[in-house]
């Protein structure tokens, strides 16, 4: 994990209100921090795990561009950012047998694929894609599950933040972005996603994903273009 010190150039009364649904928001930009999740090679390049379960992984690939809008301004604001990766020890001690045994993938995570074993802490096919790598001083959370909050520090790391929002991105949007989400609602935090910023590799899916984070009056958050987010951030 990197260091996750804080920076202080956010101004402590920065309120900001994002044009979202179900309705716009307002929100603490001093108390928000930025989530980007599991923009990983080995999900979003060819050879990489989510090309041993037969996607097609240029699917992904229209997240990256408003993802590195909204990283630009957060980091210009000295936003608080965070990086997720899932992924598992190189001994799959953390890796359930339910877990690697699902499904017929022509690689199994821990086998060798074409960017080191698929799915393995420190193999490259792990790393976060250049176009958003972290940025010395951002947090990366490590994750062997799909939410961000299992088995990992992130919940102790917004608390000393005193971060109450969570601007949330990446992919998938039906899987860990979702499941992330559920868990920081839980937890008392209101999230925003957004909604460019997010992708399937099942178009359908990241448009029903979102459908249910905003249903019912915003059930388990806000969905907002990143032109809205930014817009926000900028005023």
């Known amino acids: 994990m990197a260091n996750p ?3 202080p150039s956010v101004s402590a009364s920065a309120t900001a209100t994002i044009t979202a ?12 921090a930025l989530v980007i999740i599991d923009m990983q090679r080995d999900f979003m390049e060819p050879g990489g795990f989510g090309e041993t379960l037969g996607n097609d992984v240029s699917q992904l690939a229209r997240a990256v561009a408003p993802i590195a809008n909204v990283l630009a301004a957060a980091r210009d604001m000295g936003m608080l950012v965070v990086h997720t990766r899932e992924g598992h020890k190189p001994d799959l001690s953390d890796a ?3 877990k690697v045994e699902r499904g017929a993938p022509s690689l199994r995570i821990g086998d060798p694929g074409p960017m080191g074993r698929i799915l393995i802490r420190g193999e490259p096919g792990h790393d976060i894609i250049p176009a958003l790598y972290p940025a010395e001083g951002e947090v990366v959370i490590d994750k062997p599950g799909k939410g961000a909050f299992y088995a990992t520090e992130l919940g102790n790391i917004l608390k000393q933040h005193g971060i109450a929002n969570l601007l949330v991105c990446g992919v998938t949007t039906e899987v860990c972005v979702n499941t992330t989400v559920r868990e920081a609602n839980d937890r008392g935090y209101r999230c925003v996603v957004i909604s460019d910023g997010c992708a399937s590799y099942f178009p359908e899916f990241h448009e029903m994903g979102l459908r249910m984070i905003k249903a019912q009056g915003g059930i388990f958050g806000w969905v907002a273009p990143s032109a809205a987010v930014l817009e926000a951030m900028s005023s």
């Open 5 to 7: 010190s804080a920076n």
């Open 21 to 32: 649904e179900p309705e716009p928001i307002t929100l603490d930009l001093a108390a928000t």
């Open 96 to 98: 359930p047998p339910a």
